[in-house]
């Protein structure tokens, strides 16, 4: 993935980025070539994973409607029902976010990163590992370590109301880490956590969900692009807001 970072950051690391007037100059064919790769880097790591885990938040809510309860009434406190969700009110959203950090560890979109490779020989916990090996870090597995969470199947978003330095998207823990770590950590988490954080907030402001015959979603995988939902989630939305000019 991203071959347009790898370049540059190759380029630069053997000398052979050329600089024309202390700035670092690409031809016309780099530019256009590498362009390409990173608008489709963009797009394909954007679309799938932000979508699926949409799709896992509202499942894990419809199977835990006292949590989802919990959100409905934080976002009555912070936006009510006279306007729409805005930029401003997300970092307000606590408990929202909360429910987006344990949908990213239950169901990472990307159980095992992307495929990176060991630059040189190394040894970890006693295994050598050769040069040039193919490594895939299995952070669902992780994420769902008794080891380091407490009932690690529960999904229970109030663990990530404390200890929030720790538990963040910087890949600087090695128990949490969705967006990956290190120089080649994902580069659009910021943009990722305000597409989650407004859409979540905006279809759950806006309307209440309802399940078809009442039958609770289940939780079985499929591994594809990204970790999805084996079986689509079928939700009824149902308007909730007295004020009906939102819905306009
Ligand atoms: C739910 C949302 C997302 C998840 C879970 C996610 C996850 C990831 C992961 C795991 C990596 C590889 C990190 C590694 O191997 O250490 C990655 C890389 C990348 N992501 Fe995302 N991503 C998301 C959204 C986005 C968005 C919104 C964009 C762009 C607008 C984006 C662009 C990229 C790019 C360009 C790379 C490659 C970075 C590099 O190789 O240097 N991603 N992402």
């Known amino acids: 993935m991203s071959n347009f970072y790898g370049k540059v950051v190759d380029l630069a690391s053997d000398g052979r980025l050329r ?6 100059a690409f031809t016309i064919t780099e530019v256009a070539a590498t362009l390409t790769v990173a608008t489709l880097d ?16 509202m499942t ?3 199977r835990h409607p006292n ?6 009434e934080e976002l009555d406190a912070i936006i009510g029902d006279q306007t729409s ?9 606590l408990y929202l976010e909360a429910v987006v950090k344990e949908t990213f560890r239950i169901h990472p979109p990307a159980p095992l990163l992307f495929p990176h490779m060991s630059s040189e020989t190394t040894i970890v916990a006693g295994y050598t590992i050769p040069k040039n090996s193919n490594i895939f870090f ?21 663990r990530f109301l404390k200890d929030t330095e720790k538990r963040n998207y910087t890949g600087n823990s090695f128990h949490f880490f969705p967006f990956g770590s290190g120089r080649r950590i994902c580069v659009g988490i910021p943009l990722a956590e305000k597409i989650m954080m407004q859409i979540l907030a905006t279809l759950l402001h806006c309307f209440k969900w309802e399940l078809p ?3 609770i979603p289940n939780v079985k995988e499929k591994l594809q692009l990204v970790l999805s939902k084996a079986e689509p989630l079928v939700v009824v939305p149902v308007a909730r807001l007295s004020n009906l000019m939102q819905y306009k």
């Open 19 to 24: 600089h024309r007037d202390g700035i670092a």
């Open 42 to 57: 963009m797009i394909i790591g954007s679309t799938d994973t932000t979508s699926t885990t949409m799709e896992w938040a």
């Open 60 to 62: 894990e809510l419809l």
């Open 67 to 72: 949590k989802l309860q919990r959100v409905v």
């Open 85 to 93: 969700v805005e930029e401003s009110h997300l970092p307000r959203l």
């Open 138 to 158: 299995n952070v669902r597995a992780i994420q769902r370590n008794a080891e380091f969470w407490e009932d690690p199947l529960r999904f229970e978003p109030e």
């Open 213 to 215: 015959n009442g039958r």
